[in-house]
């Protein structure tokens, strides 16, 4: 059973920086691809950002050049490095891991940007 373990989330003021982790059970290079998701009340869950087993890197436009998706192979840990939130980052951040046509999910870690 593969299990996804998220940290790093809190509340942060407009412009200020969060890196969320995902540690993995097991090694990560089962894994076609994992990524991080989020959901903002009243909204569906959106793409944040997806780092695949070859290296390639899809991030969702209003993220790209403040957001940093990462691995660290060793750890089976994905990271997200969040610089200059807005308060539209607001969310419940999910990671998310791909093995053929099985999809995971961690329990989610609240991001508040706030004044």
């Known amino acids: 059973q593969v299990q996804l373990v998220e940290s790093g989330g809190g509340l942060v003021q407009p412009g200020g920086s969060l890196r969320l982790s995902c540690a993995a059970s097991?090694?990560?290079?089962?894994?076609?691809?994992m990524g991080w998701y989020r959901q903002a009340p009243g909204k569906q869950r959106e793409l944040v950002a997806d780092?695949?087993?070859?290296?390639?890197?899809t991030y969702e436009e209003s993220v790209k050049g403040r957001f940093s998706i990462s691995r660290d192979n060793a750890k089976s840990t994905v990271y997200l490095q969040m610089n200059s939130l807005k308060l539209e980052d607001t969310a419940v951040y999910y990671c998310?891991?791909?093995?053929?046509?099985?999809?995971?999910w961690g329990q989610g870690t609240q991001v508040t940007v706030s004044s």
């Open positions: 097991g090694s990560i290079f089962m894994f076609n691809a």
């Open positions: 998310n891991a791909k093995i053929g046509r099985y999809e995971y």
């Open positions: 780092l695949t087993r070859g290296g390639r890197i």
